[in-house]
């Protein structure tokens, strides 16, 4: 078929790519959006599963996450809230299980003060150094040379205190033990929320969900654009006047590129000429963590009833998290619970049937023994797909944040990089992909 003709082609019908491209559409370009899958979304997924409607990827928005709030209305979208009436569930190091009311997790007098004070010497650092150009801070070296876990250890002789606030970043967040990653990326993570307080604060970060599930965003602003599914992109070639991206099923002349996909994944496109040596670099330093997100229903919220609001934590549970996830008009009780990297990995060794063993077995440890007979049970495998590759999203190794950071989100000629993967507000976040979305749009728009 004859080559189509753009003046924007967009790689990645994800949140990032589709607000791009809606930006770029609405700014009288056109536009093309070449997406691998069968679907738009990316690592945003609602599904229904044995009967049950499940956010397979990201769900939850907070109330700082404005360009996704601002985006939800205008598509006509609505949002509510998460249940969390009722006490919460704390899994001591010991195995005790303890319920609480509010949000200081139930530990010892001393660990409890460690923890606020560790609390305010992240939100300190967080406020100083900011999510927008953490690398160019006078400390960025210092903090990047430095592992969270060992970060932490040197602040503080709490190993309970520690590994508590270490969750918060490491399993909750970035999906990576904490001596995989530096402590000023802990700092990122942290100001790009609003402070380290915000990522503590359940009622804060997962404050509501969007009715009808995340992905109705994505399917929402692809029903206005012209989205071409199932069609990977393969190479990109840079031309005199202009780029040629060839896919498995069209090949799209245009004036620029928006590659909208997870950094772990540029490599994967081929580019001729080949791309700059420090893009080559950068990008073998950015890897995705690992999460698998588990979903059980029940006939009913049972846990409601015992004065529960779901939520529970346990930084030594195999499960760390689990919340209330029932849906919007449901009668049903939904459950969601998160087993993070090294737990994971050791899970998947498993066959599936002891590995629902298991998982239900530790959210029984929290809620009691009716956890372990759900209608519906699900683990979302985002490893295994080919196009992404991990969950949630991508975070440099150590040291990388403060060499490589200023150049994540550089184009290279007419080439532009755009996920949330390389936030600063909302960085790992659907918001922050969607801000990415419209920065690279703006970039697009004030160039020739
Ligand atoms: P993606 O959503 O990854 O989109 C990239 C797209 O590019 C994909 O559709 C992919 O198929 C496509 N693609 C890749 N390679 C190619 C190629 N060569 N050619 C064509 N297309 C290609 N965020 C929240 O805000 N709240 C949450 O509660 C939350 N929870 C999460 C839970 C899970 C389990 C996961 C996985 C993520 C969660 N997130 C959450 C993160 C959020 O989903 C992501 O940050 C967001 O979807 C990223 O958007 P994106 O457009 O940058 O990338």
Known sequence: TAPLDRDVVVVGAGPAGLMAARTLAAAGRSVVVLEARDRVGGRTWSDVVDGAFLEIGGQWVSPDQTELLGLVDELGLSTFPRYREGRSVYR????EVVQYD???????????????????????????????????????TELDR??????????SADEQACDNIGLFIAGGMLTKPA????????????????????????????????????????????????????????TIRTTADGVVVESDHVTVTARHVVVAVPPNLYSRISYDPPLPRRQHQMHQHLSLGLVIKVHAVY??????????????????????????????????GTLVGFVSDEKA????????????????ASIADYLGPQALEPLVYHESDW???????????????????????????????????????????????????????????EEIAASA
């Open 92 to 95: 001591t190091p010991e195995g």
């Open 102 to 140: 509010g949000l200081e997790l139930p530990v010892g007098e001393r660990t409890a003060a460690e923890m606020r004070r560790l609390t305010a010497l992240l939100d300190d650092l967080a406020a100083e150094i900011g999510c927008h150009e953490p690398w160019a801070h006078p400390r960025a």
């Open 146 to 155: 430095i592992s969270f876990h060992h970060w932490l250890r040197e602040v």
């Open 179 to 234: 001596h995989a990653f530096s402590a000023l990326q802990a700092v990122l993570m942290a100001a790009s929320a609003g402070s380290f307080s915000n990522l503590l604060d359940d009622a804060f970060i997962l404050d509501r969900r969007v009715v009808g599930g995340m992905q109705s965003v994505s399917e929402t602003m692809a029903d206005r654009l012209d989205v071409r599914l199932a069609t990977p992109v393969r």
């Open 299 to 332: 006939t009913t919220p049972f846990w409601r009833d015992a004065g529960l609001s779901g939520t529970c934590f346990g930084a030594t549970a195999l499960v760390q998290e689990v919340y209330d996830n029932t849906n919007h008009g449901d009668d049903r």
């Open 345 to 360: 990995d050791r899970l998947l060794e498993l066959d599936p049937a002891d590995r629902r063993a298991e998982v239900l």
């Open 383 to 441: 490893a295994s797909e080919e196009w992404t590759r991990g969950a949630y999203a991508a975070s440099f190794d150590l040291g990388g944040l403060s060499r490589y950071g200023k150049d994540q989100t550089a184009p290279v000629g007419r080439i532009h990089w755009a996920s949330s993967d390389t936030a600063a507000e909302g960085y790992q976040h659907v918001d922050g992909a969607l801000r990415r979305g419209r920065a690279v749009a």
